[in-house]
């Protein structure tokens, strides 16, 4: 999955540096602490050392994995992972989780049920950070992957809780993205958020095996039934997006499903898509960046108390919304 | 519809304040235009006048309208517009095209087509905007609507052409969303952004009637299994989102759709959803307005060469994202 950009290699005296470039795990734990952490002189070593890193020639394939609870998909990491290991990749596994809610509600929280894989040597699994280190989830995901790739993983899990606005972040962030789904029948085919069949590239059904074979099978049915119903996108190749059986108790299908993958990816480096959308994306975190430094005048306790007590003023219908805002913008200078 | 608030009715010197918040569809014309306009006196203007009509205490039913190319809206608006003009009711009409490249793609931008209802004193219909009017696409169509709502009229129908972010945006505007589509069998059966099913309300097949009444009523059927596959959303009643056959040309289901919307919007009043929802938008403008402004220091002919010539660099790969925003952010005074 190499591929080598005109930029050349930076230089650092960063300690992480190098091990993380040779593939040292612990290297790469660090550096991810790094780019997780909230404090200033953190911030300032992690943005070195990712404009250190530039250029090192490497891209991993980058796999969004999204599904509802009970879907399975720590026992699908798990065999995902290891088919792709005993076929000779690298493979990183991230977690995603916005919610600061939750307390270790990702199944990523639990690395004893990734067992096998977090044995293997050519695997990294990485929990979502806990709750108080919240703050910038798409910049830290993005620098996260940034640094699996440098340490010269091939692929890379981005794998998160499905919880609002996340599945479409780690879309931006990944060159194509998995929905897992538990088979299920009729009516009881609830629970899939409208906005992820928008961005899924393949929906895989688990489960497929034993009494809920049948049922599976029919599930895959009714979602390819669906995803016919919906617009064929400029940056797929005909049939896709697909709805596939796997049974990642048995290990069955998943050759199926990364052979899918792989052809999905190569039509799209072949027609220019991998490399455009790669272009854009990278664009697109600049404009991220610029626009959220601007809103970061937002981010300060005083600032959130009065967009607070503005937002119920004008929820209540006490104040205008453009009065309110006008008062808001004055007081942040910027009227 | 009328819902009285504790705000008072302002003053103005306005001479559109009155007239308009007697009806009178000359002055409402006028009043949106000022809303539409870039110049900064006209934004004054449009502000004090806004400012001073809150308080009017009228409420509007707001029905957001959205459906492919060809499938007879212009029809339907004026069907189902005439409809409502018989049950006693005063119908606004506003289109809404985020897409500057438009040449009068609007169904809205030709009143001739929509000939019974144009000669209606009780409706008024307000053809998107010319091209170079753009700009805060969502700002001036909220600010048209309340405008309406202030002329009394008791439903404000809000069309979009369904191009990209239109529709989510109109759904922050509105009280309920229609998704208006045309029979079509199997594989045909495409062209729905997916991101529309998830905020539609109502999906209405058009044209059930004649030879293609069969199809219409098959695809009402699919839409139907379609829509049972997503998740309940909890400010519906059982059974909503809804897919129904409509006939615009034989005038055929409208009663049907209107009594469904109708008791979707009373399940939603009588259990809190209305009141609830509205207070969110109203806030949620609050809050848009406050990082419009912020982000309003990049929409300058300077700062947009700037970020062109950056995000061009780093697409190409020749800067890193987080070096080229950190200059942006300097060159606007705030890194």
């Known amino acids: 999955m190499a591929s080598h950009r005109g930029h050349p290699l930076g230089m ?13 795990r612990r290297a790469l734990a660090r550096a991810i602490t790094l780019v997780e952490s909230t404090r200033a002189d953190h911030r300032s070593r992690a943005t070195a050392l990712l404009e250190a890193l530039r250029g090192h020639g490497r891209q991993a394939l980058r796999i969004g994995l999204s599904g509802t609870p009970g879907v399975g998909k720590s026992t699908f990491i798990e065999a995902f992972g290891m ?10 596994v991230l977690a995603v989780d916005p919610s600061s809610a939750r307390t270790g509600g990702s199944i990523l929280g639990d690395k004893t049920r990734m067992d096998l894989l977090s044995r293997e040597p050519a695997a990294f699994i990485r929990p979502s950070p806990a709750a108080n280190q919240l703050g910038g989830v798409a910049r830290r995901s993005r620098e996260a992957v940034a640094l699996c790739e440098a340490a010269g993983f091939d692929i890379v899990l981005i794998e998160t809780v499905g919880v609002g606005q996340s599945e ?8 194509l993205f998995v929905l897992l789904l538990a088979p299920a029948g009729g009516d009881e085919l609830q629970g899939v958020k409208r906005g992820i069949m928008e961005i899924a590239d393949l929906i895989l059904v688990n489960k497929a095996d034993g009494e809920l074979r049948a049922t599976a099978t029919r599930t895959v049915a009714d979602y390819a039934g669906a995803l016919r119903l919906l617009r064929k996108r400029p940056r797929d190749p005909e049939g896709f997006p697909k709805a596939l059986p796997v049974s990642a108790l048995e290990s069955a299908g998943l050759d199926r499903a990364w052979s899918e993958m792989s052809d999905l990816v190569n039509w799209r480096r072949d027609n220019g898509h991998w490399d455009a959308t790669r272009a854009e994306q990278a664009a697109h975190w600049f404009e991220e960046e610029v626009r959220s430094g601007l809103l970061a ?39």
């Open 12 to 24: 650092s005296d960063d300690p992480l540096f190098h091990p993380l470039l040779e593939g040292d």
């Open 168 to 175: 479409t972040m780690v879309a931006r962030i990944a060159d």
């Open 297 to 335: 005048r937002l981010d300060t306790p005083e600032a959130r108390a009065r967009m607070a007590r503005l937002a119920a003023d004008v929820a209540s219908g006490e104040r205008a919304a453009l009065a309110a805002a006008r008062e808001m913008l004055e007081s942040l200078g910027s009227a």
């Open 83 to 92: 088919m792709l290991i005993g076929a000779g990749k690298r493979v990183a």
